[in-house]
C-alpha cells in the first residue's frame, strides 16, 4: 500500500485469487422473453492453448450433481437478474476442489454449443429462434436430463509441428468421417467448408468441430479418436495428429486436467511421435496388408513381357521409418493373414482401394482407420496421433536400401523466409542495420493472428525485400 500511494497518491490495491490448477467450466442458460431460465449442464472447456479453446467435453469430469447445480443455479440467476433471454454462457474458473469464480458472460451461441446438444437432446439453434419470436420455453429445469457424454475437437487450418503457425491454401482432400451412428456412439461434424474450396488467411483457422457422443467418457473419446484417424485433409496444414494424440493421451483420459494442460504436456510444441506398442503392430500390419494388396493388382497386369515368372514371397521386412518388423504374409479367407517374428498372427481385412486416403477395416478384433499417403516407395500411415513413412521389402530389398543415402533438405541460408503465408504488418529494421538474436525482424497478420518473425542469430541486415501492407 506503500508503494501504491508514493507512486499513484492512492493506497488502496486490489487482490485476486489465485487458483491452482485452474479449470475453465461454463454452464449454458436458456431464456425466454416471459422470465423463465433453466440451465442445461456444464461444458469443461479446459483444453485450450493461448486462451483458445481446443477440446470441450459435456459433462465435466470434475463436477458432481451437488456442484453442477450451486453452478446452475447462480448462472440462472444472473441470466434473470438482467432479463436476459435466449442462449448464453456463464464461464467460470474452477479449483480442483470444485470451488468456483464467475469469470463472465457470453450472450450468444457458442463454438462448443454441440456437445450440449448432445447430452440433453436439444436444439439451441431451433429454441432461440422460437423464443426470439417470442415464444415460452417449452420446458421446465426438470426436465433437463444429462445422457451419456460428449467430446468436440476443433480442427484448426494451423500446423502444430511449427508452433501452431497458420496454413492457407487449396483443400485438395477434404473427407470428414461418417457422420451418424456407429455402434454405441454418434459421430457429428458441423462445418462451412467442401473438397475443392480455399481457405483463406482473412478468417480464424477453424475448418469443422467434430463430435461424438457415447453412453461413457472413455466411449466417447474412443469413438472421438476413431473419428480423427478417419478426418482426411489434404492440401493445407491442420491438427488433426495433435488432437489424435490428445485422444490418446493418458491425463487426457484420466480427466485431470487444467488450463495449463497443453503447455504442462507439450512444453516444446507437438512432433508427430513414432509408432510404438499396439499402435506401431497396428501400423505395420496395415502396411504389410496394403502392400500385398498392390502387389496382387500388379501381378495380374495384362500383356506382361514374361507373364507367370513373378514369384510370391511370403517373408517380408516392414519399415517404419528406420524400425524393421519382420512378418510373413499370406492370404486366408477374405484377409490377409500378417504373422510377425514373435509368434502373434493377425487377421486384416478392408474394402480399401488404392488411392483412397482413409483405409479403414479390422485389424485383429479391432476396428481401425489408418490415413494413407503415398511416397517413393511405399506409402505415410497415420494412426492414433503416430505417423511412419512404411516400405515393404523382401529380404534382400532391404539388404540393399540400408545403402541408399537419406536425402538432406537444403536449409534457407542467410534469408529470413516468411514461415506461413500473411499480410505484412511492420518491419522494424533496415538495410545495414544490425540486430541481435531474438529481435523482431517482421510482423505478419495470419488468421486474426500478429506473428512476430525474430532473428534466429546475431546479423547486419542486407537488404529488406518486403514492405508493410504487402502479401506474402
Not at 500500500?1 to 490448477?21: P, S, W
Not at 458432481?64 to 448464453?88: I, N, P, W
Not at 489434404?234 to 497443453?262: D, K, Y
Not at 503447455?263 to 496395415?286: L, M
Given at each position: ?147 451419456g457424454w460428449a467430446v468436440e475437437s476443433r480442427v484448426y487450418a494451423e500446423d502444430p509441428t511449427r508452433n501452431f503457425l497458420p496454413s492457407i491454401g487449396r483443400l485438395v482432400t477434404y473427407r470428414p468421417p461418417a457422420e451418424g451412428p456407429s455402434g454405441t456412439a454418434t459421430v457429428r461434424n458441423d462445418t462451412g467448408v467442401q473438397e475443392g474450396g480455399e481457405i483463406p488467411i482473412y478468417y480464424d483457422p477453424m475448418i469443422a468441430k467434430l463430435v461424438t457422443h457415447a453412453p461413457t467418457r472413455a466411449e466417447a473419446i474412443t469413438s472421438q479418436a476413431r473419428a480423427l484417424d478417419a478426418f482426411a485433409i489434404e492440401g493445407i496444414r491442420h491438427n488433426i495428429p495433435f488432437l489424435a494424440a490428445l485422444m490418446a493421451h493418458p491425463r487426457w483420459q484420466s480427466g485431470h486436467l487444467s488450463t495449463g494442460f497443453i503447455a504442462e504436456e507439450f512444453p516444446n510444441g507437438f512432433s508427430e511421435a513414432a509408432p510404438e506398442g499396439e499402435t506401431a503392430r497396428t501400423i ?189
Amino acid at each position: 500500500r506503500a508503494e501504491a500511494r508514493n507512486a499513484f497518491g492512492d493506497d488502496r490495491v486490489f487482490i485476486e485469487k489465485f487458483i491452482e490448477n485452474p479449470r475453465h467450466i461454463e454452464i449454458q442458460v436458456l431464456g425466454d422473453k416471459h422470465g423463465n431460465v433453466v440451465y442445461l449442464g456444464e461444458r469443461e472447456c479446459s483444453i485450450q492453448r493461448r486462451n483458445q479453446k481446443v477440446i470441450e467435453e459435456a459433462p465435466s469430469p470434475l463436477l458432481d450433481d451437488a456442484t453442477r447445480r450451486k453452478m446452475g443455479e447462480q448462472a440462472v440467476a444472473l441470466a434473470k437478474a438482467v432479463g436476459y433471454d435466449s442462449a448464453g454462457t456463464v464461464e467460470f474458473v474452477a479449483g480442483q476442489d470444485k470451488s468456483f469464480y464467475f469469470l463472465e458472460m457470453n450472450t450468444r451461441l457458442q463454438v462448443e454449443h454441440p456437445v450440449t446438444e448432445m447430452i440433453t437432446g436439444l436444439d439451441l439453434v431451433e429454441l432461440m429462434i422460437r423464443v426470439a419470436a417470442g415464444e415460452k420455453l417449452p420446458l421446465t429445469q426438470s426436465d433437463v436430463k444429462l445422457n451419456g457424454w460428449a467430446v468436440e475437437s476443433r480442427v484448426y487450418a494451423e500446423d502444430p509441428t511449427r508452433n501452431f503457425l497458420p496454413s492457407i491454401g487449396r483443400l485438395v482432400t477434404y473427407r470428414p468421417p461418417a457422420e451418424g451412428p456407429s455402434g454405441t456412439a454418434t459421430v457429428r461434424n458441423d462445418t462451412g467448408v467442401q473438397e475443392g474450396g480455399e481457405i483463406p488467411i482473412y478468417y480464424d483457422p477453424m475448418i469443422a468441430k467434430l463430435v461424438t457422443h457415447a453412453p461413457t467418457r472413455a466411449e466417447a473419446i474412443t469413438s472421438q479418436a476413431r473419428a480423427l484417424d478417419a478426418f482426411a485433409i489434404e492440401g493445407i496444414r491442420h491438427n488433426i495428429p495433435f488432437l489424435a494424440a490428445l485422444m490418446a493421451h493418458p491425463r487426457w483420459q484420466s480427466g485431470h486436467l487444467s488450463t495449463g494442460f497443453i503447455a504442462e504436456e507439450f512444453p516444446n510444441g507437438f512432433s508427430e511421435a513414432a509408432p510404438e506398442g499396439e499402435t506401431a503392430r497396428t501400423i505395420a500390419a496395415v502396411g504389410a496388408a496394403i502392400d500385398h494388396l498392390l502387389n496382387e493388382r500388379k501381378r495380374g497386369i495384362s500383356g506382361q513381357l514374361r507373364p507367370g515368372v513373378v514369384k510370391f514371397e511370403r517373408e517380408r521386412i516392414v519399415m517404419l521409418g528406420s524400425e524393421p518388423h519382420e512378418v510373413s504374409i499370406s492370404d486366408e479367407n477374405d484377409a490377409t493373414l500378417v504373422a510377425f517374428a514373435d509368434g502373434e498372427r493377425v487377421a486384416v481385412s478392408s474394402s480399401w482401394v488404392p488411392g483412397n486416403p482413409v483405409w479403414t477395416g479390422t485389424v485383429g478384433a479391432s476396428v481401425v482407420a489408418v490415413q494413407v499417403r503415398a511416397i517413393p516407395n511405399g506409402v505415410r500411415l497415420i494412426h492414433g496421433g503416430r505417423a511412419a513413412e512404411v516400405r515393404v521389402y523382401t529380404r534382400r530389398e532391404a539388404e540393399l536400401a540400408a545403402f541408399m543415402p537419406e536425402k538432406k533438405e537444403a536449409g534457407a541460408g542467410k534469408a529470413l523466409l516468411c514461415p506461413m503465408p500473411g499480410l505484412v504488418k511492420s518491419i522494424p529494421v533496415k538495410a545495414g542495420q544490425e540486430v541481435k538474436a531474438g529481435e523482431a525482424l517482421a510482423v505478419v497478420e495470419a488468421m486474426k493472428m500478429e506473428n512476430v518473425l525474430r532473428a534466429e542469430r546475431d546479423a547486419t541486415i542486407a537488404k529488406v525485400v518486403a514492405k508493410e501492407g504487402d502479401s506474402l
